[in-house]
């Protein structure tokens, strides 16, 4: 893994290896001028003075994580490699818990109000919030990394998904207009497809319920291939429990359950939904961005003998792909999207019920909640030295997260390492 270099005029340089970084800093001549990704600063040099080389952002969009490359041109060495993961899902769990605590307050404090119809307007291009947020995560980072390193050219994996091809590998012609419903009703087609049983206890003869096997709460759909038919009780023991758990003491009937339903869609279709706003808003950078397909990715890394991961898949994409690619020593950085707070202005119970106002600062003291510090704790219970996340309170004395244990401590013992930024960081 390299180390991004900057000149005195904050130009990028070429990333440099990490013993020279080191040796430029012991000897004064850099600074540390960013952790994550780590960036030193040149304190006696100009771009004008330097000689840089083209490197290449290499993108591989993902639904759930998003796999990033930095490849210098000439040499095929990979200069750093990141794993973006992103929140789409919690935006959606989000979304859905506000939509349903106003719904509700609506229909208690203002049930006189008449429903409002069509005054909503979006402007063209808009995008649901969990899905917007993906593309503004990797638009964030192509961004970042053009600031840090002489960057040419981008490469994107523009992977297209056919969802029923996915579902059934033998269709083929009309039978992609007609669903998979077609000639039936929905509970019809579940009382043939699972032959008249509870699929949990196999009872017969009684009154079933249609089961969603993949809880709504747990971010299960309604489409047909996430139903089954259940008993009663099964359905009220199963409640909003994974399958798995569920049913683990049966794991024949897991295992027939997982074979005849069939894999969800909702990541296929984030990806297929994002690929071509995301090549418009990377094409208005100014660079040239190179497309290339999933079949081609695989290709480039199995002729090359790389295993799969998501940086790795990130460095074959596209025909640009030198064939000898310098992977020793990379370790890619871990970066989960946090967000940057709340907007709610008021603070509720699990119920809905108001119990706090939000502070209308998001600062105290010269820190706020996310900042990674180090803390040189001098005396008392937790004496020591310690480096993690802070959350401040409005008063001397904030929470700091580390290695998986929670204390309070006063910030005259704090430093800031890195400032908030809206992602969790692990190298």
Same mark, same amino acid.
């Given at each position: 893994m390299r180390v991004f270099v900057l000149d005195?005029?904050?130009?990028?340089? +070429?990333?440099? /290896?990490?013993a020279r970084a080191r040796e430029l800093l012991k000897k004064g001549r850099a600074k540390v001028f960013k952790r994550y990704p780590f960036t030193i600063l040149l304190l006696d040099r100009t771009v004008e003075e330097s000689v840089t /080389?083209? /490197?290449?952002?290499?993108?591989?969009?993902?639904?759930? @994580? @998003?796999?990033?490359?930095?490849?210098?041109?000439?040499?095929?060495?990979?200069?750093?490699?990141?794993?973006?993961?992103?929140? %789409?899902?919690r935006i959606k769990d989000a979304l859905e818990s506000r939509r349903a605590l106003r719904r509700g307050r609506r229909n208690r404090k203002t049930r006189y109000r008449k429903p409002r119809f069509l005054n909503r307007t979006r402007k063209p291009g808009w995008l649901p919030p969990s899905i917007e947020s993906r593309i503004? =995560?990797?638009?964030?980072?192509?961004?970042?990394?053009?600031?840090?390193? $002489?960057?040419?050219?981008i490469s994107q994996e523009l992977v297209r998904f056919d969802l029923q091809k996915m579902q059934n590998?033998?269709?083929?012609?009309?039978? !992609?207009?007609?669903?998979e419903l077609f000639g039936f009703e929905v509970k019809e087609y579940l009382l043939q497809k699972w032959g008249r049983k509870c699929a949990y206890c196999g009872a017969e003869n009684v009154p079933f319920e249609i089961d969603h096997i993949v809880a709504k709460s747990k971010g299960g759909s309604n489409r047909v291939s996430n139903?089954?038919?259940?008993?009663?009780?099964?359905?009220?023991?199963? %409640? =909003?429990? $994974?399958?798995?758990?569920?049913?683990?003491?049966?794991p024949e009937v897991l295992k027939r359950i997982k074979a005849q339903a069939k894999t969800p869609l909702k990541d296929a279709a984030a990806v297929n939904t994002t690929r071509w706003e995301l090549y418009r808003r990377l094409q208005s950078t100014g660079l040239p961005v190179e497309l290339g397909s999933g079949g081609l990715t695989k290709f480039n890394r199995k002729i090359r003998g790389i295993e799969k991961t998501h940086w790795t898949d990130a460095t074959c994409v596209g025909t640009s792909t030198p064939m000898r690619l310098l992977l020793n020593g990379v370790k890619p950085l871990i970066i989960k999207a946090k967000g940057h707070g709340k907007r709610?202005?008021? %603070? @509720? +119970?699990? !119920?809905?019920? $108001?119990?706090? /106002?939000?502070?209308?600062?998001?600062?105290?003291?010269?820190?706020? @909640? %996310?900042?990674?510090?180090?803390?040189h704790v001098r005396q008392g219970k937790y004496q020591g030295n310690y480096t993690g996340r802070i959350a401040i309170r409005f008063k001397p004395s904030f929470k700091l997260t580390t290695g998986g244990k929670s204390f309070d401590v006063h910030p005259k013992y704090l430093k800031t390492i890195h400032k908030a930024d809206g992602y969790e960081y692990v190298s």
């Open positions: 005195k005029n904050l130009k990028p340089l +070429d990333p440099c /290896h990490q /080389h083209p /490197h290449r952002i290499k993108i591989d969009p993902g639904s759930k @994580t @998003t796999g990033v490359a930095v490849v210098q041109e000439k040499t095929g060495r990979v200069t750093s490699a990141l794993e973006v993961s992103h929140r %789409g899902q503004s =995560n990797i638009e964030t980072w192509v961004r970042r990394i053009r600031k840090l390193c $002489p960057v040419t050219a590998i033998e269709i083929s012609e009309v039978e !992609y207009q007609r669903g139903l089954t038919l259940s008993c009663h009780s099964c359905n009220q023991s199963k %409640g =909003n429990k $994974p399958v798995e758990k569920f049913l683990k003491k049966k709610q202005r008021c %603070g @509720t +119970d699990r !119920y809905g019920f $108001p119990i706090r /106002h939000a502070p209308s600062q998001k600062s105290f003291m010269g820190f706020q @909640t %996310g900042d990674l510090v180090k803390a």
